[in-house]
């Protein structure tokens, strides 16, 4: 790969921080940080606005945020680690370590009377669909048969992080097709089954630790407290309004699939641990081949699909790059052309619902995180911020 030149590097920072600037100024977004690695060396880093409108507190590099589905990705990891040790397998039915998921059944539609018609899948839940969101499960904000499922049954949204809330049904048999749902949700469990740990202390033995993650976890320390941004809404007309939305913190379960606190130079670090073939800060967490299986397609000819919402209030509808194929290795979704950002094809991405962004590109040893705390997701001066972002990063790039 390219490295970036020191002029590159400045002519990169004098270009992000003049966007990021902007941006905030304009109360476009309330605040944002944003990092670039290049291998091990940070190329960029920024942090404009405020943590919370109406407050004096500056956001900082440091500053810590939700990263929602952003957990995915590290859960993911942790699944792995598991799988190198023979302790969980990828293609045996994944209820052998998380029993709840041998009472799911396919939600077929509802009758006359409304009432839900569900049929036994004709096949068990694998890990391998779990990691690749292929195994029927859905989320109620992008599924109108979910949402209505949940209203009929009263199954609260998984940021209630109650167990109740993973006993949605299926909307296909496990394998058929790709639907972004509650798959690491069940990937915790699973974790929590082979390895006799919490999800939470698992992370912080087997990754936190050896990556040098202090300020990560699903328990917001009274550290991390001090330096937390707030959530904000943006209303109908586009106007933003702090609020105090906040994962619980006496959890039933710790959602793998969207409960972490982080900062950018902690994920940055996640990041370049997959760079570099799953070592970091001197400690090897996965095996190179380990790191390679993970970034191939697991998904064969079934691509990712746009995702339609059904609560405007949390997320628009979201693709990214459309027109561009996308599959899904075990964690990350797989571009599979080159991006208009300059993100090489066979990149590793994904995102969380407060707007929070990363690319991982092994072919350019590039990557970045972009962390915003608003929602709806897919938020209509976040996303192109972030997509800017990136495209900046590899205009620097010799």
């Known amino acids: ?35 670039a690695t290049a291998g091990d060396s940070t190329v960029y880093e920024g942090a404009f606005g405020t943590r919370r409108l109406g407050a004096a507190k500056p956001m900082t590099i440091d500053t810590v945020v939700w990263i929602a589905s952003m957990t995915k990705p590290v859960t993911s990891v942790a699944a792995m680690q598991l799988v190198e040790q023979g302790r969980l397998q990828l293609d045996e039915p994944a209820a052998r370590w998380a029993p709840g998921l041998a009472e799911a059944q396919v939600l077929e539609g509802f009758d006359s009377s409304g009432a839900p018609r569900l049929r036994p899948p004709k096949r068990p839940i694998t890990l391998r669909h779990l990691l690749t969101h292929t195994s029927g499960y859905g989320y109620g904000m992008w599924s109108p048969l ?49 390895s006799g740990l919490s999800l939470g202390e698992y992370l912080r033995k087997n990754l936190f630790a050896p990556l040098g993650m202090d300020s990560t976890g699903f328990k917001i ?18 106007v933003l309004i702090a609020g105090d939305f906040e ?97 090489s094809a066979g990149s590793l991405a994904w995102a969380g619902l407060s707007n929070c962004y990363f690319w991982i590109d092994p072919a350019r040893n590039i990557g970045g995180v972009f962390l915003t705390q608003i929602l709806p997701f897919a938020d209509v001066k976040s996303l192109p911020l972030f997509l800017d972002f990136e495209t900046a990063v590899y205009r620097s790039a010799s």
């Open 1 to 35: 790969m390219s490295a970036v030149p020191a002029a590159g590097r400045d002519r990169l920072a004098a270009q992000v921080d003049a966007l990021l600037k902007r941006a905030t100024d304009a109360g476009d977004v309330p605040g944002v940080v944003a990092m």
């Open 146 to 194: 979910l949402a209505r499922y949940m209203e009929l049954t009263g199954i609260p949204g998984t940021a209630s992080c109650e167990n109740a809330a993973l006993r949605l049904p299926l909307l296909f048999d496990p394998g058929e097709r790709w639907n972004y749902g509650i798959n690491v949700e069940w990937v915790g469990k699973a974790i929590e089954g082979a």
């Open 221 to 238: 320390t009274p550290s991390m407290r001090k330096r937390m941004s707030r959530m904000h809404e943006r209303d109908a007309a586009g």
């Open 247 to 343: 994962v619980p913190q006496e959890p039933e379960f710790e959602m793998g699939g969207g409960g972490l606190y982080s900062t950018a130079p902690d994920y940055l670090a996640f990041m370049r641990m997959i760079l570099n073939r799953g070592s970091g800060k001197a400690n090897r967490v996965l095996k190179p081949e380990t790191v390679e299986l993970m970034s191939r397609n697991h998904m064969g000819d079934l691509r990712v699909e746009p995702m339609i919402t059904t609560n405007p209030s949390r997320s628009n509808d979201a693709e990214f790059f459309p027109g561009v194929p996308k599959s899904w290795g075990l964690g990350f979704m797989i571009n599979h052309d080159r991006a208009p950002t300059g993100r």
